[in-house]
């Protein structure tokens, strides 16, 4: 009986799978540019509004600054001083009292209407889960409504506000 090996050496007709991995990255990127340049609104609004901030609020925690005049670094002694003072140290626990507060009865009512939802035993049971859901399921009924009334293909306002300028209506509830 022969003893037969895989072969190591890819076949010459084929293309190599590997070779997508050998392109650069820049290169890979380059091709789906188009791509990149579409998100890229979000990723700068992000760094704009949520690294920036973020980063200069590190930055001065080192420093001592008035907020008009020369900055000043300050070391650990804003965190120093943190730690020593009182009000610091009152609105920790009174953060923490408005958690437990809040937390703890909310579970519990939340559990209790949980149960009274889907206990066998409760009388009008349905109507009290109508009740329950409502209000969550007309927001949502209205916000389709009025969006339906922006859009549609006819009397919607964004095709009037497009014929007031002399643009074709565009069927935005029909058109994929």
């Known amino acids: ?16 799978p590997d070779l997508d991995r050998q392109k650069s990255l ?16 979000f990723y700068i609004l992000f760094a704009v509004f949520g ?18 005049g020369v ?22 626990g009174n953060t923490f009292m408005i958690w437990i507060y809040s937390t703890i009865p909310m579970l519990f ?8 939802l889907h206990a066998p035993f409760v009388k009008f ?4 889960r109508v009740g329950y ?16 009334a922006l859009f549609a293909n006819n009397y919607g306002f964004l095709n009037y506000l497009l014929q007031s300028v002399g643009l074709p209506v565009v069927e935005w509830l029909n058109a994929p």
């Not at 690294?51 to 008009?68: M, N, R, T, V």
């Open 109 to 116: 009512y939340a559990l209790i209407i949980a149960f009274l």
């Open 133 to 148: 859901f409502l209000p969550n399921v007309t927001s949502i009924v209205a916000v389709a409504i009025i969006f339906g």
């Open 125 to 128: 049971r349905t109507l009290f």
């Open 26 to 41: 820049l290169s890979r990127m380059w091709e789906h540019r188009a791509l990149y340049v579409a998100i890229s609104p």
């Open 71 to 92: 900055m000043t670094y300050n070391g650990l002694n804003n965190f120093k001083y943190m730690l020593t003072d009182a009000e610091f140290w009152q609105a920790v």
């Open 51 to 68: 690294l920036f901030p973020i980063g200069f609020s590190l930055y001065l925690a080192f420093h001592k600054w008035d907020g008009i």
């Open 1 to 16: 009986m022969a003893v037969t090996e895989p072969r190591l050496t890819p076949d010459p007709g084929k293309v190599s």
